[in-house]
């Protein structure tokens, strides 16, 4: 299995981005896709996951600014990040696995498949 994410950048504050994380090697509609992501220092905080049945969930402080979605045909999940502020600053991985149950999309632990990480940079 093979996550390949993409996206970042360098943007202002109130701008937008979308991330995307191209999988490979797995079967692609049968697994839960999490973001995450890590700033210097910090622990690796959840962002955002959805489920094979394409239910969503989202970090409290991302709720109405951030959508994550699935295209299945394209093996794809997509983050679409807007009204960033600097504090959503941080490398953002996309993550997969199977068998994440309800009560464990938000534990990056429940994820055995990572990407290699995108740059987010927002800037005031």
């Known amino acids: 299995v093979q996550l390949q994410a993409c996206g970042g950048g360098l943007v202002q504050a109130g701008g937008s981005l979308r991330l995307s994380c191209v999988a490979s090697?797995?079967?692609?509609?049968?697994?839960?896709l999490g973001w995450f992501r890590r700033t210097p220092g910090n622990e690796r905080e959840f962002v955002a996951a959805?489920?094979?049945?394409?239910?969503?969930h989202y970090a409290d402080s991302m709720k109405g600014r951030f959508t994550i979605s699935r295209d299945n045909a394209k093996n794809t999940v997509y983050l679409q990040m807007n009204s960033l502020k600097p504090e959503d600053t941080a490398m953002y991985y996309c993550a997969a696995d199977q068998g994440v149950i309800l009560s464990s999309v938000r534990r990056g632990d429940a994820y055995a498949y990572w990407g290699q990480g995108t740059q987010v940079t927002v800037s005031s």
């Open positions: 959805i489920r094979y049945s394409g239910s969503t």
């Open positions: 090697g797995l079967t692609f509609s049968r697994y839960t």
